[in-house]
């Protein structure tokens, strides 16, 4: 349980720094109370993972591991070139966190629960759960998650629009290609 709550929480807070869930976070914490943006995001994130969570383990029990480390490995590299492309709010989406009205911690715990169904967040928790402990990777995604945003949030209060999003994008894509390529070469190691 250790071991993927451990590698989840690392393997997400890298693959959010930078996606658009981040950029999101800090468009809401311009409008709401921080608390409420972090327990929105919590909420959508807790509900998201235990799904990906659900789908990984019953795709890690069905399959053999050796072949789960070599598709967790090559999409990671994927998620790497994923980042490095960027995540972008168009102009509609920001409109759309700017108009949902009600309560705030609703408006956040729907726009990111959309926001992340099939996100690469999403879709590296079902390949982290396809390895590890069903419950370590359920709490470590949901952890990594939310302190990611959590920093985003911090980071939009304290400095608004002057982020280094380029130089953000480039490390969490790195990032993803050195856990990748580690992956890759461990488990093709175990199939040869």
Request: proline fraction near 1%; aromatic fraction near 8%; charged fraction near 15%.
């Amino acid at each position: 349980m250790l071991t993927g709550f451990a590698v989840s929480s690392a393997a997400i807070f890298v693959a959010e720094l930078g996606d658009k869930s981040q950029l999101m976070a800090m468009t809401f914490a311009t409008r709401y109370r921080a608390w409420q943006v972090l327990l929105g995001i919590t909420l959508a994130t807790t509900v998201v993972h235990a799904v990906s969570v659900l789908l990984g383990f019953g795709m890690g029990s069905a399959l053999p591991t050796d072949w789960i480390g070599l598709v967790a490995g090559l999409a990671f590299l994927g998620f790497a070139a994923w980042t490095l492309r960027g995540d972008h709010l168009t102009e509609k989406e920001k409109g759309k966190a700017g108009r949902l009205a009600g309560s705030a911690v609703l408006a956040v715990t729907v726009a990111f629960f959309i926001a992340e169904l099939g996100d690469k967040t999403m879709l590296a928790t079902v390949t982290l759960a396809a390895q590890h402990d069903w419950l370590g990777t359920w709490i470590g995604s949901t952890l990594g998650m939310v302190l990611a945003d959590a920093l985003a949030i911090g980071v939009g209060l304290l400095l608004g629009k002057h982020l280094p999003e380029r130089l953000i994008r480039y490390g969490a894509a790195t990032l993803f290609a050195v856990f990748g390529a580690l992956l890759t070469v461990d488990a093709l190691l175990d199939l040869l």
